[in-house]
C-alpha cells in the first residue's frame, strides 16, 4: 500500500519540479546577470538603491492592501449571511461562477461597462449627473480588482464559519452576551483561520498585477508586476526584471508565513 501510495505522487512530484521549482531557480539564476550577460550583483544594487524601484515596491504594497481591506470589507458580511441562508451552495455557486470565466474578458467587460459611453455612465446621465472619468483611475482599477478578489476571500471564510460548532454560540449567548459579543470573542476569533487564508488568496496575486493595471488603470497604477512586464517584454533585461520576481517571490513567502495557522482549529462542528 505504500509502495503505491509513492507511485501516485510521482507525476505530482514531476509537475512540482517542472511547473514551480524549476522556474523559481531560473528566475533566481537569471538574476545575477546584467543585459550583456555578465555575472554580477548590479541587479541588485540597483533595485535597492533606486528611489523608482522602492516607489514601485511601496505603491504595488499599498494597492495590494486595499484591494485586500476592501475585498475583506466585502467578503466577510458575504460569507457570514451565506451561512444563514437556505440554499448556501446555490448561492455559493453564483459567487464562484464568474472566477470560470477569463480574467481578459472581465477586464475587457469592464472597459465597456466604465468607459464614456458605456451602461454606468449612461445611468449617470439618466440621473442628471452627466458621464465622468471611471476607466484609467484609481477607483476604477480597485473595483475591478476587489470584484474579481472577492471569490478567493469568500471561500475560505465560508468555510471556516461553517466549521464553527453552534454549541459554542448558543453557549455564548446562554452566558449573557448579546450578539455582537458573541461575533467579537466568539465567531470572528474562530473564524480568524479563514480570513488569513482570503488575505493570502487575496494579498500576494495583487502584488504582481501587471494586466489589469495596463487596461483598466490605464498605467496610472504603477506596480512590480508592471515593471516585471516591462523589463522582459519592453527593455528585454531579463536580468532586472528576474531580480523584481526574486523580490515579490520573497515577499510572497513573508505574507504567507505572517498569515500562516497558528496552532489546532478549535471549534468544530459535532457530528459529522
Known amino acids: 500500500m505504500t509502495q503505491s501510495k509513492r507511485l501516485y505522487t510521482i507525476p505530482y512530484m514531476l ?3 517542472l511547473f514551480v521549482i524549476a522556474p523559481v531557480l531560473l528566475i533566481f539564476y537569471q538574476s545575477f546577470f546584467d543585459s550583456s550577460g555578465q555575472l554580477t550583483l548590479a541587479n541588485y544594487q540597483t533595485y535597492f538603491t533606486s528611489g523608482t524601484y522602492l516607489r514601485m515596491t511601496l505603491n504595488s504594497v499599498f494597492y495590494a492592501f486595499l484591494i485586500t481591506f476592501f475585498t475583506l ?13 437556505r440554499h448556501k451552495q446555490l448561492w455559493l455557486l453564483l459567487i464562484i461562477l464568474p472566477t470560470w470565466i477569463n480574467l481578459l474578458l472581465k477586464a475587457y467587460a469592464f472597459i465597456g461597462i466604465f468607459s464614456i459611453h458605456g ?6 446621465g439618466l440621473m442628471g449627473i452627466g458621464p ?3 476607466l484609467f483611475t484609481d477607483a ?5 480588482a476587489t470584484y474579481i478578489e472577492i471569490p478567493f476571500m469568500i471561500l475560505p471564510i465560508f468555510n471556516a464559519l461553517e466549521e464553527i460548532d453552534s454549541s459554542l454560540i448558543s453557549a455564548s449567548r446562554d452566558l449573557g452576551a448579546d450578539g455582537i459579543q458573541t461575533f467579537l470573542r466568539v465567531i470572528f ?10 488575505v493570502q488568496a487575496v494579498f500576494i496575486p495583487s502584488l504582481s498585477l501587471f494586466m489589469l493595471t495596463r487596461l483598466i488603470g490605464g498605467n496610472r497604477v504603477i506596480t512590480l508586476g508592471t515593471s516585471i512586464e516591462q523589463h522582459f517584454l519592453v527593455t528585454q533585461n531579463w536580468g532586472m526584471g528576474s531580480t523584481i520576481g526574486v523580490i515579490l517571490i520573497i515577499a510572497m513567502f513573508g505574507v504567507m508565513m505572517l498569515t500562516r495557522e497558528r496552532g489546532k482549529k478549535g471549534g468544530r462542528k459535532h457530528g459529522k
Open 119 to 124: 451602461s454606468v455612465n449612461q445611468f449617470l
Open 132 to 134: 465622468k472619468q471611471i
Open 189 to 198: 476569533p474562530l473564524s480568524l483561520n479563514g480570513v488569513k487564508s482570503g
Open 73 to 85: 470589507l466585502v467578503s466577510y458580511p458575504t460569507a457570514y449571511f451565506l451561512t444563514k441562508t
Open 140 to 144: 476604477g482599477f480597485l473595483f475591478v
Open 15 to 17: 509537475w512540482l519540479m
